[in-house]
């Protein structure tokens, strides 16, 4: 079974610097999507980001990027210059690509606080 | 992008009541809604996956008599609780997905959540 690995429980950053949150995940399928959601105290699920397992090249939307490292099960996100309004609980998750297979296989979050 | 509206926002109700909540896809037509319920600084804990015209898979653990799931047009889903009790109590969310062929990666569009106490 997969399964997603968020180890950091709560991280800080300062307002304008950057913050890398991990996440390693667990699969034997090749073929799978990844993913990152943004919660905010409003408690709205936001689609940050997403990667396709068969892309190389690293998913970047604006201030937010991924590292993914597909033979180590590592997909990491970047966000750069940090705003206040990046503070929430993040997500990250894991789709694979089989069949009727479609859910999604979440990691228990990080909670992500920015500093003024 | 798409949205996906979820009613009620917040409901409080009595034990024992059943309570109703609507999942609906506004500009897309759902194949495939989710059913998730998340405790306070928890993650989503997926209860069921519905696809239209078809009955919901349920996750182990989940009360199918107990957690209602109607999937009944590609722009609606209903979640009811039934006879509900204190420790129904939680936050409640639906996703909606449309599945083409041709875009394998379509994301999950969630709604905003329905908070439910029950008294």
């Known amino acids: 079974a997969q399964t997603v690995t968020q180890s950091q429980p709560e991280m800080s950053v300062q307002e304008a610097e950057t913050v890398t949150l991990s996440c390693t995940y667990d699969?034997?399928?090749?073929?799978?999507?990844l993913f990152w959601y943004k919660q905010p105290p409003s408690r709205q699920m936001i689609l940050v980001i997403r990667?396709?397992?068969?892309k190389q090249q690293n998913a970047t939307e604006n201030r937010f990027s991924v590292n993914f490292q597909k033979a180590a099960k590592s997909f990491s996100l970047k966000i750069s210059d940090s705003q206040l309004g990046d503070a929430a609980m993040y997500f990250c998750?894991?789709?694979?690509?089989?069949?009727?297979?479609?859910?999604?296989?979440w990691g228990l979050g990080t909670s992500l606080a920015v500093n003024p | 992008g798409a949205v996906v509206s979820q009613h009620p926002s917040w409901v409080i109700c009595k034990s024992g009541t059943s309570v109703k909540i609507e999942c609906r896809s506004l500009?897309?037509?759902?194949?495939?809604m989710f059913w998730y319920r998340q405790f306070p600084k928890q993650s989503l804990m997926l209860m069921a996956t519905?696809?239209?015209?078809?009955?919901?898979?349920?996750e182990q653990g989940v009360e199918k008599d107990k957690f209602l799931i109607n999937h009944a047009s590609l722009t609606l889903s209903t979640l009811t609780v039934t006879s509900a009790h204190p420790e129904d109590s939680s936050f409640y969310i639906c996703?909606?997905?449309?599945?083409?062929?041709?875009?394998?990666?379509?994301?999950?569009?969630f709604g905003d959540g329905t908070r439910l106490s029950i008294l």
């Open positions: 996703s909606a997905e449309l599945r083409l062929a041709r875009a394998p990666d379509q994301p999950q569009h």
């Open positions: 519905s696809n239209e015209g078809s009955k919901a898979t349920y």
């Open positions: 998750a894991y789709r694979g690509n089989a069949g009727n297979n479609r859910k999604l296989i």
């Open positions: 990667q396709e397992a068969y």
């Open positions: 500009d897309f037509q759902a194949t495939t």
């Open positions: 699969t034997s399928e090749s073929d799978y999507y």
